[in-house]
């Protein structure tokens, strides 16, 4: 337990991502939405389990904790606890709406927080351009999910004001991850499959804009495209994804395509394009198939004792 990682917590982004895109699925087949709130009933347990442990390893080994939030990769794997919350807010809203605003603002004030802290860090910390890739994204970019329930529970100026800082983040933090992998040396090994996470950013912008704006609208059909285009480019280096051996990074595959999946449900029902609908059930079985493994493998390593060890 002393190992107990915080990047567990990015498997309940994947889940929850999922019952989102399930029970955006209802038009496919009748029992999508029950799938859905099934997903929606285990993400819950699991950020509840996840949850006990984590706050078990504060209690009793602190110092650990504090290094890993102190760390440069490591600490930006604590936003996805706020982000799981606002993830479960989304899930339930249509479905318990109180519990739903209770998560929402927890959530919200939460990754408010570790916004600030993340960039008071670039700001007052001296890092290298090696130290930088996909899992910066989280801390920053996951404002942009505010607005999704946030236009139910309260003013729209301050989904518009998550929003804001959640896409200039993003625009920014894109060109240096550009820059980082065309100019400087690869990712580490382990941290490859967080190349998905490029995927989220559009594709969660495009639909919290929707949500906002009710418009698709030229620039709601950029950040579409964008995401298409990164899903797109991703899927042709799957030669080099297929041999990476299981690392818990892998979860870093899931919410980005449960992300995408449901970016194109959105986009079905704002134009009736069978296109996006099509491809959209394609990749909503990529996904469950993708999720389905990278929690068949995290069980594996959990059985053979390999779940809590040292990282380096």
């Known amino acids: 337990m002393q190992y107990f990682p915080v990047t567990l917590f990015v498997s309940v982004m994947g889940i929850t991502g999922l019952s989102i895109a399930y029970q955006r699925a209802g038009h496919f ?6 799938v859905g709130i099934g997903l929606l009933f285990f993400a819950f347990s699991l950020f509840s389990g996840i949850g006990v442990l984590y ?16 760390h440069p990769v490591r600490f930006n794997f604590f936003p996805a606890i706020s982000i799981s919350l606002l993830l ?9 709406p109180d519990l739903a605003r209770g998560l929402w ?5 939460a990754h408010l927080a570790f916004t600030v802290i993340a960039v008071s860090r670039w700001i007052n910390r ?17 404002n942009i999910l505010v607005p999704i329930a946030g236009v139910e529970f309260a003013s729209k ?25 065309g100019f400087h040396d690869h990712l580490p ?52 994804f297929v041999k990476l051996p299981f690392f818990l990074s892998w979860w870093g595959y899931t919410f980005p395509l449960c992300a995408f999946t ?12 069978a296109i996006f609908n099509i491809f959209g059930g394609l990749m909503l079985l990529i996904a469950t198939l993708v999720v389905m493994m990278v929690a068949y493998k995290t069980i594996g390593l959990i059985r053979r004792g390999k779940l809590c060890v040292p990282e380096e």
Do not use: C
Not at 29 to 34: K, T
Not at 207 to 236: E, I, K, N, Q
């Open 126 to 142: 001296l890092y290298s351009i090696q130290q930088f890739n996909p899992a910066w994204f989280i801390p920053v970019v996951g």
């Open 105 to 109: 603002v927890v959530g919200a004030v």
């Open 55 to 70: 706050l078990w390893k504060i209690l009793h080994y602190p110092e650990e904790a504090l290094k890993e939030f102190n």
């Open 262 to 273: 449901i970016s194109l449900f959105v986009a079905f029902r704002a134009t009736q394009l």
């Open 189 to 240: 090994e382990k941290l490859f499959p967080t190349l998905f996470i490029l995927i989220a950013p559009p594709a969660i912008a495009f639909v919290s804009y929707f949500r906002l704006t009710g418009s698709f609208d030229p620039a709601a059909r950029v950040l579409l495209y964008v995401a298409v285009f990164l899903t797109l480019l991703l899927f042709t280096m799957y030669r080099k």
């Open 88 to 96: 479960l807010a989304i899930a339930a809203m249509e479905h318990a």
């Open 29 to 34: 087949f009748s029992l999508a939405g029950d």
């Open 157 to 181: 100026e301050i989904s518009w004001f998550f929003f804001s800082v959640g896409l200039v983040f993003w625009l920014s933090l894109f060109t240096i991850m550009v820059y980082r992998l």
